[in-house]
């Protein structure tokens, strides 16, 4: 299922998509009911576009998706997290402006 641009994982899919990435990948972590995660959807959408071929951008719905989610001790949603070679860079934790994410995945590029 394609939201946008954004792909989303699972728990199924996280290592294949996230862990084995050749490019950095942000995994916006959301859920349906947060108020927050609705303010930053459109946005992770634009990256998507912006960055396609360069970074993959992805999202992950916690509730359907509880695994991945404590795995990297997701509390507050929404939490975005940047991965590169399979490890986690950098984190945002909450509603951000654009500009402060496309300023943290560059850094990755």
Same mark, same amino acid.
């Given at each position: 299922m394609i939201m946008?641009? @954004?792909?989303?994982?699972? /728990?199924a899919t996280f290592e294949d998509e996230v862990m084995k990435s050749d490019v950095p990948v #942000?995994? !916006?972590f959301w @859920? *349906?009911?947060c108020g927050p995660c609705r303010m930053i959807g459109p946005i992770v959408e *634009? #990256? @998507?576009?912006e960055y396609e071929g360069k970074a993959k951008i992805?999202?992950? !719905?916690? /509730? =359907?998706n509880? !695994? &991945?989610s404590m795995k990297?001790?997701?509390? =507050? &949603?929404p939490t975005l997290l940047i991965f590169k070679n399979g490890e986690v860079v950098d984190q945002v934790i909450g509603a951000v402006p654009k500009?402060?994410?496309k300023k943290q995945l560059d850094a990755q590029l």
């Open positions: 946008g641009k @954004a792909l989303a994982v699972t /728990d #942000l995994v !916006d @859920a *349906e009911w *634009e #990256l @998507a576009g992805t999202k992950v !719905d916690v /509730d =359907s509880p !695994d &991945i990297f001790g997701i509390r =507050s &949603i500009t402060h994410l």
